[in-house]
T-cell receptor, first 112, second 118 residues
């Protein structure tokens, strides 16, 4: 069945460092891919998405490219800020109902 | 657009009691989803409504769980005879379908209801 695997955390970085959070997926068909973010004490928010191969999703300085050949959707940001500290979830939508299938989440801690 | 709301935000109950959670989706969103998130894990799909019809249920949804969406507006999730293993964050999300068999728009999540079963 469909599944998402993302790198385990926590990831601890200094402010202005480069961020990569790896995400790979297994799916039948051509799912859309998503990154959601969960800030402390808040609900899930969509960060970015890509709906087909080679699409690049971007938002707030974060980027991820839908790579069908490597079944990956890695999240990157060139210069992280303390305010980026949160849990990041990679997800895909599966089936006729478009239910989301999430990875386990990666905690990012950015230190000043 | 007031977003997806969920009530209560927190619930503490004793094992064996029944609990009910409510989700109010974004108005005009015809798709509604329930997910469960345990500590350190990503959300897991529980069930899906399109308008008032419950079209998919996960194997995670045991017979003690029931969900409804009367009139295709708000939804309730009831857990009967709660067990300690039911302790989790219960998330609701809604989305708008774009055309017949078309892609849906983004799923918007509510803040969740955190359940603790003692």
């Amino acid at each position: 069945g469909n599944s998402v695997t993302q790198m385990e955390g926590p990831v601890t970085l200094s402010e202005e460092a480069f961020l990569t959070i790896n995400c790979t997926y297994t799916a039948t068909g051509y799912p859309s891919l998503f990154w959601y973010v969960q800030y402390p004490g808040e609900g899930l928010q969509l960060l970015l998405k890509a709906t087909k191969a080679d699409d690049k999703g971007s938002n707030k300085g974060f980027e991820a490219t839908y790579r069908k050949e490597t079944t990956s959707f890695h999240l990157e940001k060139g210069s992280v800020q303390v305010s980026d500290s949160a849990v990041y979830f990679c997800a895909l939508d599966g089936g006729a109902t478009n239910k989301l299938i999430f990875g386990t989440g990666t905690l990012l801690a950015v230190q000043p | 657009d007031t977003g997806v709301s969920q009530n209560p935000r927190h619930k503490i109950t004793k094992r064996g009691q029944n609990v009910t959670f409510r989700c109010d989706p974004i108005s005009e969103h015809n798709r509604l989803y329930w997910y469960r998130q345990t500590l350190g894990q990503g959300p897991e799909f529980l069930t899906y409504f399109q308008n008032e019809a419950q079209l998919e249920k996960s194997r995670l949804l045991s017979d003690r769980f029931s969900a409804e969406r009367p009139k295709g507006s708000f939804s309730t999730l009831e857990i009967q005879r709660t067990e300690q293993g039911d302790s989790a964050m219960y998330l609701c999300a809604s989305a708008r379908e774009v055309g017949f068999l078309g892609p849906q728009e983004t799923q918007y999540f509510g803040p969740g209801t955190r359940l603790l079963v003692l």
